[in-house]
């Protein structure tokens, strides 16, 4: 049909024209949808706040040959003014919906947009610290597209765990023996706080020590860009992965 409706994350906007923008979105049941919004530039637009970055949304579109025309839009969470009046919610959104951007470029599922709608959820309410809200998405929506990271066994020749050194490109933590030289050790605690991030349980993960926090932040992030294979552009801004 050449109209239909869906539910939405907005993950970027591209302005079109003088008064138009293009919006990419990621839809409940039609993967990455990119459509046009007309007018949503000039002040009198009916529904132009509802299509910003981090809004989820109802839309209705129409079908056309290259993009989508948005004809209605009806807000579903308005997360994005919680999220931008805080740098470290602001930054660790865009790494979010960065993400969901690079790794629904051919389809998506259902899993993934309930998963960014959670996460924008739980970071607008401050639920969590943003670092491991974060981490919690990149460890499940990694594991729903197929690469999900050995955290008890080593990846490698798949010794009995705990382990305490986590490479990127081996699929995970790796046992002393199959860890390369010069692997740094993140230690159990962080690795621990990776488990509870992927389970979610926040109890474990809110209660662990900075220095555990940020080992977990830094290794899930540079687990994510391997896969991945570019950067997320967005990390570089978070102090807390630095």
Not at 49 to 58: C, W
Not at 114 to 126: H, N, Q, Y
């Amino acid at each position: 049909m050449p109209t239909y409706r869906d539910e939405v994350v907005v993950l970027r906007t591209h302005k079109l024209g003088e008064a138009d923008r293009i919006v990419t979105m990621l839809s409940r049941a039609h993967g990455k949808v990119r459509a046009v919004a007309k007018g949503v530039r000039r002040t009198s637009s009916r529904f132009g706040a509802r299509l910003e970055p981090f809004m989820v949304v109802d839309v209705q579109l129409y079908a056309g040959r290259s993009l989508d025309i948005i004809q209605q839009a009806e807000s579903l969470g308005a997360y994005g003014a919680e999220i931008v009046a805080d740098y470290d919610r602001y930054t660790t959104a865009n790494a979010m919906v960065e993400t969901a951007d690079r790794l629904n470029e051919a389809e998506a599922t259902p899993q993934q947009y309930l998963l960014l709608v959670g996460g924008l959820r739980a970071l607008s309410r401050g639920e969590h610290a943003p670092r491991s809200i974060l981490g919690s998405y990149l460890l499940r929506v990694m594991a729903l597209s197929g690469w999900a990271p050995s955290l008890v066994d080593c990846a490698r020749c798949g010794a009995v765990g705990p382990h305490r050194t986590f490479v990127p490109q081996a699929g995970g933590v790796v046992c002393d023996a199959c860890a390369p030289a010069g692997s740094a050790r993140i230690g159990t605690a962080a690795i621990e706080v990776l488990r509870a991030q992927m389970a979610g349980e926040w109890d474990v993960v809110d209660a662990a020590a900075p220095a555990a926090a940020a080992g977990a932040a830094g290794a899930v992030a540079a687990y994510a860009q391997w896969h991945l294979e570019r950067g997320i552009r967005s990390l570089s801004h978070l102090e807390a992965l630095r």
